[in-house]
């Protein structure tokens, strides 16, 4: 128990003096009496109480002590709590504004990000979707060309370099492109196309050949043989004049009845100052179906080629080589004239219109 708390409680009062019987000198000490024993006893509980109390006020002044300290260290903790609450505080505000800065970060990241990415998948697409309209524009180009020039070269061209343009991007949605070209390319080369531009040059041969085409119902010039000198011996002399004059009489006399076969009665009526017209005619014909083959009239130039053949063989000598030549030449071009429709490419342009739309 403290000094100041010993000092508020009062004193306690001084006990009673036991007071003494008189006693005669002259008479024995009588026995004690109940009523001094019972304040005996009474002064030594309450001595016994008030030791009891001052033992309690000490320890209560102990644990007074006890629990002020703890109280003093609970609110220095409690302090020190409060100081590191505050830091956790700081630090947790301050972790999650670096948190909202990182997210915000990560958020702006993300978005770059799946920008790039459509960015990087439109430019792809852009730039397949610029390849897919050239090449059709380029095969759509070849296959007019090749109906023009009614050819299977141009298309045929085209559709390798398309090809190739598509092997080079290495894209596989555009496989389905190179298949159908492959199959276009077979097609066209398994079908059996005319060569125009040869058709053409074959028509104009013919038709220079016309001028020295014999007709058939013509009468040769006649012109007098001379031996012909052999190497190392010395020319002969010339023949006399009687003998020339003998020979040219010869000539005109055989000229004057010639014995030949004609198949054809309008041949045989044919006067020769007639045959330049009909020559002339023959290569109208021949002008005429190239002019239809041009103008991609296969009909008309088919027909012209016909009406040539069929002029060549009634009014031409047919035993000559020159005419069974070009007769020979026009029977092929008819034939050929029988396949020109060059095949059309419609699976492939099909196929490209469908990688245009995105599909």
């Not at 008479?27 to 309690?56: D, Q």
């Not at 903790?77 to 999650?96: F, N």
């Not at 009489?249 to 007639?274: C, G, K, N, Y």
């Not at 016909?306 to 000559?320: H, I, M, Q, R, W």
């Amino acid at each position: 128990m403290s000094a100041e708390t010993e000092r508020d409680l009062p004193a306690a009062p001084p006990l009673p003096a036991p007071e003494s019987a008189p006693v005669a000198a002259d008479e024995p000490a009588a026995a004690p009496s109940p009523r001094r024993l019972g304040m005996a006893l009474l002064a030594v509980a309450a001595f016994a109480g008030l030791a009891s109390s001052g033992m309690l006020w000490q320890k209560l002044s102990t644990i007074q002590e006890q629990l002020a300290r703890q109280s003093a260290d609970a609110g220095s903790h409690a302090a020190e709590a409060r100081a590191l609450a505050r830091q956790a505080q700081e630090l947790a505000r301050d972790v999650a504004a670096r948190q909202a800065v990182q997210d915000t970060r990560l958020g702006e990241v993300a978005l770059q990000r799946t920008q790039l990415e459509e960015l990087m998948q439109s430019l792809s697409r852009s730039r397949d979707e610029n390849l897919v309209v050239d090449i059709e524009a380029g095969l759509r180009l070849a296959q007019q060309q090749a109906q023009l020039t009614l050819s299977a070269e141009p298309l045929l061209a085209a559709l390798r370099t398309a090809d190739q343009r598509l092997a080079r991007a290495g894209e596989p949605r555009l496989a389905r492109i190179r298949s159908a070209i492959a199959r276009d390319i077979d097609r066209i080369k398994s079908a059996a196309v005319a060569d125009v531009p040869g058709i053409l040059l074959r028509l104009d041969e013919v038709a220079r050949q016309a001028d020295e085409l014999p007709l058939a119902n013509g009468v040769g010039a006649g012109t007098a043989s001379r031996p012909v000198p052999r190497a190392g011996q010395p020319p002969a002399p010339p023949p006399s004049w009687w003998y020339q004059l003998l020979a040219v009489v010869r000539e005109e006399a055989r000229s004057l009845v010639r014995v030949s076969r004609i198949d054809e009665p309008e041949a045989m009526l044919v006067a020769p100052e007639q045959g330049f017209f009909l020559r002339e005619n023959f290569k109208l014909k021949l002008m005429n179906a190239r002019l239809a083959l041009l103008a991609r009239q296969i009909d008309a130039a088919r027909a012209d080629v016909g009406a040539a053949a069929t002029a060549l063989n009634k009014y031409f000598d047919p035993s000559a080589r020159r005419t069974q030549v070009a007769a020979q030449s026009l029977q092929q071009m008819q034939q050929q004239l029988r396949s020109v429709e060059v095949p059309r490419i419609d699976e492939t342009l099909a196929t490209l219109a469908t990688a245009a739309a995105g599909r």
